[in-house]
Structures are given as C-alpha cells and as structure tokens.
C-alpha cells in the first residue's frame, strides 16, 4: 500500500491506539518502522498451548535474541491489554505469516478466520527502540540514514536448547566509529528486553559471517573507512529456530510490520 | 626495599590504615598494587594555591583522564579525612616525586621537609580500582597475568585546555576479546571516577599510536589472535600536562606507589 507523502505524514503523526485502529480496518498494511515514534514495537509469535511451553523456555533461556516483553495471559485470549489500549492480536499488526510445519504458508492481513482457542501469544522486544535512543544521543544509525533494512547475518552462536527448539544466533549490523560503539554499548545495556548490549564487534568472521558484505537477512549498508562493524542479537532468531523446530502451526508478524504498543520506549531503561 | 615472601604476604593482610601506618614509619616503599585489596588508591598532585585553581579546572573538564575523587579542604592542609583514618599526605604515601618547573627533582620517601603552607593536594581514582571489578567479574587483565606495569601511549586526542594547563591525553592499553570489551565498556561505565568507560579500541593509529608494541610508558604485554586493544584515559595524563606547564613546585606519587586510602571500590560505582 503506497500513501500519498502528506497522508503518510498524518498517520505518522497518529497515536499508537489511533495507527491500531486503522491497521484494524486494513487502511495500513506498511511497515511500522518510523511510526507511533517513541512507543514500543514488537515481534509476535503465536503458537499453539502445547508448543508454547517449549517457546516461553526459550525466550528464557535466550533473551538476548528472545526478549520476552508480553505475552497472553492464557490460551486463545486475543486482547493484550497490559500492552496496550484494546489491542487485539488477530487484527492489529499489519501483516501477519502463517507457518506449518517450519514452512511460510501465506502473507495475510488479519488473523481472525485462522484463530483457535489454544494459541498463545508472545511479543518479542525489537531493535527498533534502542536505535531510538542512539539516534537521539546523536549517533548515525546506517541502515535508517541509507534507508534500508538493517543487514543480517546467520552466526555460529548456538542458541541454549529448550525442549523442542534450538537454532543459532541470529544478528543485527551497524556500522560505527569506535566511539560511537563504546557509547552504544552504554545506551543498550539500559535495554535489556531490546536485545540489550551489542553481542560482538569487529572480525565478522570470528561469530561466522564470511562476507560482511552479503547478509543472510535484510539489506547491505555501507562500512566506512575506520568503521566497526558492531553486531546485535537479532529477533529473527527465534524464527529461525521455529523454521527448525517446526510446529505444526505458527503465525508470526511480516518482517517489518510489527505491534505497535502503548508502552513508552524509556520505559524499557532499567536504569 | 624486597620482603620474603611470607613478609609480603602477611603486609597484603593489612587494613589499608595499617598498610599506611608502615608506609609512614618507612617500613613500606614498594608499588601499592595488590596491597589493601578492595580499597580505592589515588594518584597524588600537589601544587601551590597559586596553582591549584588552574588544575581543578583542568581536571573538571578533563574528567576522564583527571578523576578528581577528593582534595585538602584548604591550603596547607596535609590531612585528607574524608578519604581515610589519620591520612597524613606528608609521609602516608610510599613514594613522592618531587617537579621543580616541569622537571624532575628527587624521588623521596616523605615530604615533611619540603611541605609549605599554600600547597593544596589533588587525589585521582586510578586503574586499580576497575582492574579489581574486570577479574571479579571474569576478565583477564593482561598486565596483571603477566605481572608488568600497564602499556602507557601518548595519543594525540588534546584535553581541554584550563588556564596554564593542557596537553593530550594519555592511554593506557589492556588487550581483550570483543565480548570481554563489551563487558569492559558496561562495567568500567559503573565507575566515573576511576576512569570510567575505555575512550577507543581497535585500530591504534586513528588516535595517533603509530607502534602499539612500543608504549610510551609502562610495559608491552601480549595481545593474543583475536584479541582487540582497548584504550582507556590514564592518570598519566595529568602529569604530561604538568611537565608541560611548568610550575615552580609540584609533588606527586612516584608511579605505582598510590595513596592507599580507606574508601570500599564498590562505593565508587554510580549504579
């Protein structure tokens, strides 16, 4: 869906609720990077009461790429009011996926007509509130400057094991001065439950990555001379170990197109 | 002065007030590191009134090379209270430096004779203290697995100038894998007033290091494959600039022999 620039700026201008409202009624479909700025987004994994045990142990045990930020209080409730004014999940992220078996099966837009009464619900934190914060202490955040996806790349950093699902680490690229990633390491470490901390820098080969230039995921960004490469724990991971695992039934968000919450981003600073 | 191994384990078990006591009498002239464990030590300045406003200025606007964690409470004062039992910064320090017009005098036990009644002292927070808090927490600290002094480099990152003072900062170097750097950067944060976090890593020329295996000051040590230097602001700083400004009269701690005082490290972390 393509919006006319002053109608994209009025819904950027729109309250997290107000944007929920018109994902409701399929009147936005974008991505919600830029949008509700200052509110937490959020990764959505649903799946079914008898994998969601496993799922919740892994984000446990893995939150750094997992950072559990709400999940449904109990099996086949749709409404995550602790996140947010009336949200209900089988209508207000933008795009939703359906997997089976670990294989995407569609692109939709409301979840309603797929809905059971033993889904649960998880929302994972995303970078999209830390890089906020790095903005606003000055930082360039390459991937936002140069407009595009930020790049993503496979590692060999195994993930701990929770019953059925196990995966590697999945993670984010930005490209920094050393300064600017000593003062990244700071900002982040305040947001534990958005990927916290940086997990790497430096040698891309040492977690993995053979070609900084070729991510597995998202988009290549640019790497200046005198630049780092400082690397995050990224939210595709758990995708990547439901790929794996493979559930008999799972949706998730599009990439991109996320939960927008009430919840205000400072909010998430543990200090 | 060389003790038997049993003496200098048996002065490692003294309070840092027994510890000072010895050094008063003379009984102790050795390098402080490792003695009065978890107690803060301080490089010592101490400079005429004529001269002291210039350097409270330099260090309040150099805080990372120049952590100011306490001074005398007026001119002439030689005890230092609020930082310990009975200091007495005459004789309570096992070795002083003695600068006349930049330039080094003598090396001396105490400095009761040269005391005057406008002399006002300076204590700094030193590396010691964060050392401590990297291998309670894990880290090796390659200087100290392989008992060396800290490699010292000149840099060409200029402090700010305050009145007669100024001059560049200087670093000192601890190699670390990436993951210990980060934790390094989250730890050393906690600790404002003993340094704080590391001012840069990586590449050593982009802050005017030509030869990393030649330290200005201190030891080489070995940095292992993989392994990334990283650079934090030193105490050194504050005497470069003083051998550049040149006062008339200046006494300082002889490198490695700190005042010992009574203050608990963990006091020193901000959060």
């Known amino acids: 869906m393509l919006f006319s620039q002053e109608k994209?700026?009025?819904?950027?201008?729109?309250?997290?609720?107000?944007l929920r409202?018109?994902?409701?009624?399929?009147?936005?479909?974008?991505?919600?990077?830029g949008y509700a700025q200052g509110k937490v987004q959020g990764n959505i994994v649903i799946l079914p009461q008898d994998w969601a045990g496993d799922f919740l142990q892994f984000c446990q045990m893995n939150p750094k790429p997992c950072p559990l930020i709400g999940m449904s209080t109990m099996p086949g409730d749709f409404l995550l009011n602790d996140l947010g004014q009336d949200i209900?999940?089988?209508?207000?992220?933008?795009?939703?996926?359906?997997?089976?078996?670990?294989?995407?099966?569609?692109?939709?837009?409301?979840?309603?007509?797929?809905?059971?009464?033993?889904?649960?619900?998880?929302?994972?934190g995303c970078s999209f509130s830390f890089e906020e914060s790095l903005i606003a202490d000055g930082i360039e955040i390459r991937n936002i400057s140069e407009n595009k996806n930020v790049p993503m790349y496979s590692t060999n950093i195994a993930c701990k094991t929770a019953g059925r699902f196990s995966g590697d680490t999945v993670v984010s690229m930005r490209p920094m001065l050393a300064k600017d990633a000593i003062r990244a390491i700071q900002i982040c470490?305040?947001?534990?439950?958005?990927?916290?901390?940086?997990?790497?820098?430096?040698?891309?080969?040492?977690?993995?990555?053979?070609?900084?230039?070729?991510p597995d995921y998202g988009d290549r960004v640019t790497i200046k001379t005198n630049e780092i490469p400082?690397?995050?724990?990224?939210?595709?991971?758990?995708?990547?170990?439901?790929?794996?695992?493979?559930?008999?039934?799972?949706l998730t968000h599009s990439p991109g197109k996320m939960l927008v919450t009430d919840i205000n981003n400072s909010t998430l600073a543990i200090l």
Request: aromatic residues 10%.
């Open 230 to 250: 400082v690397f995050w724990a990224c939210g595709v991971t758990p995708q990547l170990a439901l790929t794996k695992s493979k559930p008999p039934f799972c």
């Open 21 to 33: 409202q018109i994902i409701r009624r399929n009147e936005f479909n974008d991505n919600t990077s």
């Open 88 to 124: 209900d999940i089988r209508t207000d992220v933008p795009g939703y996926r359906l997997f089976e078996y670990g294989q995407l099966k569609h692109e939709i837009n409301d979840v309603k007509a797929l809905w059971r009464d033993d889904l649960v619900t998880f929302v994972l």
């Open 8 to 18: 994209e700026q009025k819904i950027k201008q729109l309250s997290a609720h107000a």
């Open 189 to 214: 470490s305040r947001f534990p439950s958005v990927h916290g901390a940086p997990i790497h820098f430096g040698d891309p080969s040492l977690i993995g990555i053979n070609d900084i230039n070729t």
